[in-house]
């Protein structure tokens, strides 16, 4: 049996049997393989790093797309940056009145997304209302004149094309494409691993927003525990929005979750001690 072994890690390795291999090629950007595994189903690898599975990325999509769109209340225009497998897209078509611009550096995983793991996308690259970008997301929001409410940087990590979705100059680029009140929420890695990625995307973030956090969500097949969002808005009553209010948002939008809930989206900002020591610590 063939072992998909991912090393994004130093010193910690994970390693998924690949029952079958349903697709291996080095893009002209990056080395995308899917293959199927007993546990996940059909897995999303790019550049060696596990993207995505059929079986759990609705726990990571979930919380990517209705944390910040329910905080918000009044989303009418949604940004992604990257999220080629469709699985944000997805999530946020669930809204009847949200239009979706999708800005990918990579077609290929776009069109593979779709024919090997339509179950991730689910008619989200169909859908009218979703306008479908094939750039560079840096260059993208640099030029733009365009404003969004809502901007889901859903980037691979900081390596490779991913690399420039995490710098201050991208994310002050972000910020002037965002219109009042909007939120900017980032893929920001493992922080028991990627302690580095958690600090330096807090920093810069903050040195731009008036409210900068985390939240957190387990995905089965992120290796080293929780994983952290990050998350910055001028706004800063968008993080205390009450209970309440989230269920009543939740329950009018009539949309069906299997991982998010009102609750859940609450207790996410919990950050336990130890990642909010990474926050402050002095070196
Ligand atoms: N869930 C994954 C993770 O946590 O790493 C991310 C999934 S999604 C497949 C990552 C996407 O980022 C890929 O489709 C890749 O093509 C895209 N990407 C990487 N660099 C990019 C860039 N500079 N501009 C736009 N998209 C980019």
Same mark, same amino acid.
Do not use: R
């Given at each position: 049996m063939e072992l998909f072994d991912e090393? &994004?890690? @130093?010193g910690v390795n994970l390693a998924l049997n690949?029952?079958?291999?349903?697709y291996r090629e080095k893009t002209d950007l990056q080395d995308l393989m899917i293959f199927e595994n007993s546990q996940f189903g059909r897995v999303m690898s790019l550049d060696g790093a596990v993207q995505t599975t059929e079986k759990d990325e609705f726990i990571y999509h979930e919380m990517f797309v209705h944390v910040p769109v329910l905080a918000h209340g009044k989303v009418s225009r949604a940004l992604i940056i990257g999220g080629g497998d469709g699985g944000a897209a997805r999530q946020l078509m669930k809204y009847k009145n949200i239009a979706v611009t999708m800005v990918d550096i990579d077609r290929t995983v776009v069109e593979l997304s779709k024919k090997y793991m339509p179950s991730v996308s689910g008619g989200a690259f169909d859908d009218p209302r979703l306008n479908l970008i094939i750039a560079d997301g840096c260059k993208f929001v640099q030029e733009t004149d365009e404003k969004w409410d809502v901007i889901i940087?859903? @980037?691979?990590? =900081?390596?490779? =094309?991913?690399?420039? &979705?995490?710098?201050q100059e991208f994310y002050a680029d972000c910020k002037g494409c965002l219109s009042s009140g909007g939120i900017i929420i980032t893929q920001n890695g493992v922080p028991f691993v990627q302690e580095s990625e958690l600090r330096t995307s807090y920093d810069r973030l903050s040195n731009l927003f008036k409210d900068v956090s985390f939240y957190l969500a387990a995905i089965p097949s992120y290796v080293g525990g929780v994983m952290a969002y990050g998350w910055a808005t001028d706004e800063q009553d968008h993080r205390k929005v009450s209970l309440s209010r989230l269920v009543e948002r939740y329950v009018e939008a009539g949309i069906a979750t299997d991982y998010y809930t009102p609750e859940v989206h609450l207790a +996410?900002? +919990? &950050?336990p001690l130890h990642i909010q020591k990474m926050l402050t610590r002095e070196d």
């Open positions: 090393g &994004l890690h @130093s690949v029952e079958k291999v349903v940087i859903d @980037s691979t990590d =900081p390596h490779g =094309p991913g690399e420039v &979705l995490y710098t +996410a900002f +919990a &950050l």
